[in-house]
């Protein structure tokens, strides 16, 4: 019968692009981390280890912190504005659907859209620093951006403003799922307001939080857009991510061998966060296969 | 149930989420406010204020004029630039990834669980681990620069969303339906073309969508592959925005990135039911 090899031969182009491109990708980068590439890929063996030489640079360690403070802030904030929201939103209000469209909107938009917006709007000459002093508050001073200790954190806010609306969205679906018979008994039995949420709708919302966290988790570790465009890495180097480091090292300060190793570490953490997960999710696949 | 009456815990949520409201809004008011207005006025008043001489000349410099790169071309070829990556990469992405679900779900197909798993994985990798080699293929292949480079480089790593998107739709899909129709004789394409798709038009809109903001907004690709003559938007964008030296036109640089967001912002108000929907597909469930 025609059908019995017409599948895989359909299926197979896909396999190939995929195996070559992601997987076989993957491991050229892992080989080249180990040999001593610096302009072009060489297949040479590196005398010293890349990866030594990656974490004793102190640009590296600078990018690793400030992936470290962006992404507790990023995931943290997002998940409870985002619970928060979803919550509020959930309170059989008028304009349900207006509210919910204005706080996931920035999902459409490009980082460097976002980044532009917020790179003039936190800067002190025109933003608002600026409009807070010419409305009669002439002591306000808003310069992080331009504050080598403080601007990691305008990135926070640009990307906690972005993403915020797409955490209360999958929160807002955890709650809509919620099996009203619980609460209806939680009722009964004389559980009113924040205490229904605390004690029996928050722990249903598992799901929706795993889910949003190993989004987040990720995103954070692979946030580079923003950063490029709100700060372009600066002051100085002060706002440098590990996939900034990666950039700069592979193709404007030619050390590609290490920029491939600091890919490879990248890789890990993010699989440190999605494996879990998607085991989790393979096994729920292999209970539905027919 | 009927709407609990206007009380004053109420008034205090409305007035919150009101403004929660205006803190989101704020940034795209300020772009468009202030991106028709005239230079001086931006930089003596505050960024708030509406402009007390509109102007669309703003509009004019950052879509024909203003300089990106080398030449003063404005974001008028880039724009165009994009459209040509996102829309051949989002229409075969779509193609693939339906047949692939198709397949997947239909069929038995050895592996299918190992598949699935390396799909899912793909879609989170950080992109970093492939610049390189990706760049070298793309030399050697003749696409370094160019457009189609582009196209390429999208449509393989939107492989993985679609086929999870139509993996997923497809495997609720009625199996009777697709029972009655191989009774009848119908054969692998006649099943696919004559049943699957016409049913699909919900999760072809959802993975149009997902794949057209993705790549329309996609930054890094285009960055490290592209040239002066392939920038997609994003890219001239933020050229235009980080490396203009002397006067910074401000009121340029929010028309310009009003423009690079439009199309993807139309998308969503049009459809922002389907772009919720291919949100909690791309996330909640594998």
């Given at each position: 019968?025609?059908?019995?090899?017409?599948?895989?031969?359909?299926?197979?182009?896909?396999?190939?692009?995929?195996?070559?491109?992601?997987?076989?990708?993957?491991?050229?980068?892992?080989?080249?981390?180990?040999?001593?590439?610096?302009?072009?890929?060489?297949?040479?063996?590196?005398?010293?280890?890349?990866?030594?030489?990656?974490?004793?640079?102190?640009?590296?360690?600078?990018?690793?912190?400030?992936?470290?403070?962006?992404?507790?802030?990023?995931?943290?904030?997002?998940?409870?504005?985002?619970?928060?929201?979803?919550?509020?939103?959930?309170?059989?209000?008028?304009?349900?659907?207006?509210?919910?469209?204005?706080?996931?909107?920035?999902?459409?938009?490009?980082?460097?859209?976002?980044?532009?917006?917020?790179?003039?709007?936190?800067?002190?000459?025109?933003?608002?620093?600026?409009?807070?002093?010419?409305?009669?508050?002439?002591?306000?001073?808003?310069?992080?951006?331009?504050?080598?200790?403080?601007?990691?954190?305008?990135?926070?806010?640009?990307?906690?403003?972005?993403?915020?609306?797409?955490?209360?969205?999958?929160?807002?679906?955890?709650?809509?799922?919620?099996?009203?018979?619980?609460?209806?008994?939680?009722?009964?039995?004389?559980?009113?307001?924040?205490?229904?949420?605390?004690?029996?709708?928050?722990?249903?919302?598992?799901?929706?939080?795993?889910?949003?966290?190993?989004?987040?988790?990720?995103?954070?570790?692979?946030?580079?857009?923003?950063?490029?465009?709100?700060?372009?890495?600066?002051?100085?180097?002060?706002?440098?991510?590990?996939?900034?480091?990666?950039?700069?090292?592979?193709?404007?300060?030619?050390?590609?061998?290490?920029?491939?190793?600091?890919?490879?570490?990248?890789?890990?953490?993010?699989?440190?966060?999605?494996?879990?997960?998607?085991?989790?999710?393979?096994?729920?696949?292999?209970?539905?296969?027919? | 149930?009927?709407?609990?009456?206007?009380?004053?815990?109420?008034?205090?949520?409305?007035?919150?989420?009101?403004?929660?409201?205006?803190?989101?809004?704020?940034?795209?008011?300020?772009?468009?406010?202030?991106?028709?207005?005239?230079?001086?006025?931006?930089?003596?008043?505050?960024?708030?204020?509406?402009?007390?001489?509109?102007?669309?000349?703003?509009?004019?410099?950052?879509w024909s004029q203003a300089q990106i790169g080398v030449q003063a071309t404005?974001?008028?070829?880039?724009?165009?630039?994009?459209?040509?990556?996102?829309?051949?990469?989002?229409?075969?992405?779509?193609?693939?990834?339906?047949?692939?679900?198709?397949?997947?779900?239909?069929?038995?197909?050895?592996?299918?669980?190992?598949?699935?798993?390396?799909?899912?994985?793909?879609?989170?990798?950080?992109?970093?681990?492939?610049?390189?080699?990706?760049?070298?293929?793309?030399?050697?292949?003749?696409?370094?620069?160019?457009?189609?480079?582009?196209?390429?480089?999208?449509?393989?790593?939107?492989?993985?969303?679609?086929?999870?998107?139509?993996?997923?739709?497809?495997?609720?899909?009625?199996?009777?339906?697709?029972?009655?129709?191989?009774?009848?004789?119908?054969?692998?394409?006649?099943?696919?073309?004559?049943?699957?798709?016409?049913?699909?038009?919900?999760?072809?809109?959802?993975?149009?969508?997902?794949?057209?903001?993705?790549?329309?907004?996609?930054?890094?690709?285009?960055?490290?592959?592209?040239?002066?003559?392939?920038?997609?938007?994003?890219?001239?964008?933020?050229?235009?925005?980080?490396?203009?030296?002397?006067?910074?036109?401000?009121?340029?640089?929010?028309?310009?990135?009003?423009?690079?967001?439009?199309?993807?912002?139309?998308?969503?108000?049009?459809?922002?039911?389907?772009?919720?929907?291919?949100l909690m597909a791309g996330s909640v469930k594998g």
């Open positions: 019968m025609r059908t019995r090899w017409l599948p895989a031969l359909v299926l197979s182009p896909s396999l190939l692009l995929v195996g070559a491109c992601v997987y076989g990708f993957i491991a050229f980068t892992v080989v080249l981390s180990f040999t001593s590439s610096t302009i072009l890929p060489l297949m040479e063996w590196s005398e010293r280890s890349n990866y030594e030489r990656l974490f004793g640079l102190s640009t590296f360690a600078l990018s690793a912190r400030n992936l470290g403070v962006f992404a507790a802030l990023y995931v943290g904030m997002c998940l409870v504005l985002g619970a928060l929201l979803a919550i509020l939103i959930d309170q059989k209000i008028r304009a349900e659907n207006v509210f919910r469209s204005v706080f996931l909107y920035p999902m459409a938009l490009s980082f460097i859209v976002t980044g532009t917006a917020w790179k003039w709007l936190l800067d002190p000459g025109i933003g608002l620093e600026r409009t807070v002093r010419l409305a009669g508050w002439e002591a306000f001073t808003f310069g992080w951006i331009k504050d080598g200790e403080m601007a990691i954190y305008t990135v926070v806010i640009a990307a906690v403003w972005q993403t915020t609306g797409f955490v209360m969205a999958l929160f807002l679906a955890g709650l809509r799922g919620i099996d009203q018979e619980v609460l209806n008994a939680a009722r009964v039995d004389g559980a009113r307001g924040w205490r229904i949420y605390w004690r029996i709708v928050l722990p249903q919302l598992g799901p929706s939080f795993i889910s949003s966290f190993v989004i987040l988790a990720h995103m954070a570790i692979k946030s580079y857009d923003l950063v490029i465009a709100l700060t372009g890495g600066g002051p100085g180097r002060d706002t440098w991510l590990p996939s900034v480091f990666m950039y700069q090292f592979t193709f404007t300060r030619n050390e590609m061998a290490v920029g491939a190793a600091s890919a490879v570490v990248m890789l890990v953490a993010v699989a440190i966060v999605v494996v879990p997960y998607i085991r989790s999710e393979i096994r729920q696949a292999r209970r539905a296969a027919p | 149930m009927s709407r609990p009456r206007l009380r004053p815990e109420r008034v205090l949520l409305y007035a919150v989420l009101a403004f929660v409201a205006l803190v989101f809004l704020a940034p795209i008011y300020v772009m468009v406010v202030n991106s028709i207005k005239p230079l001086d006025e931006i930089r003596a008043g505050n960024l708030v204020a509406l402009p007390l001489q509109p102007t669309f000349e703003p509009w004019l410099q950052a404005g974001l008028k070829p880039y724009f165009l630039n994009s459209f040509l990556m996102v829309v051949p990469a989002v229409v075969l992405s779509t193609a693939i990834g339906a047949l692939n679900g198709y397949v997947l779900t239909q069929f038995k197909v050895r592996g299918a669980t190992l598949i699935f798993g390396l799909l899912l994985f793909s879609v989170f990798i950080p992109f970093q681990i492939v610049l390189i080699p990706m760049a070298r293929l793309l030399g050697e292949l003749g696409l370094a620069g160019t457009v189609g480079g582009l196209v390429f480089v999208h449509t393989v790593y939107g492989i993985g969303f679609g086929t999870l998107f139509f993996r997923n739709f497809y495997a609720a899909f009625p199996p009777e339906l697709v029972k009655s129709a191989r009774m009848d004789g119908a054969g692998f394409f006649v099943l696919f073309w004559r049943l699957m798709l016409p049913n699909s038009l919900p999760i072809i809109v959802v993975n149009v969508i997902w794949q057209f903001t993705n790549i329309w907004n996609d930054f890094l690709f285009g960055a490290s592959f592209s040239d002066y003559s392939s920038y997609p938007l994003t890219v001239a964008l933020n050229n235009l925005v980080s490396s203009s030296t002397g006067v910074k036109e401000y009121n340029v640089h929010f028309a310009g990135a009003f423009i690079a967001a439009l199309p993807t912002l139309v998308v969503y108000v049009l459809s922002g039911k389907y772009f919720v929907r291919g």
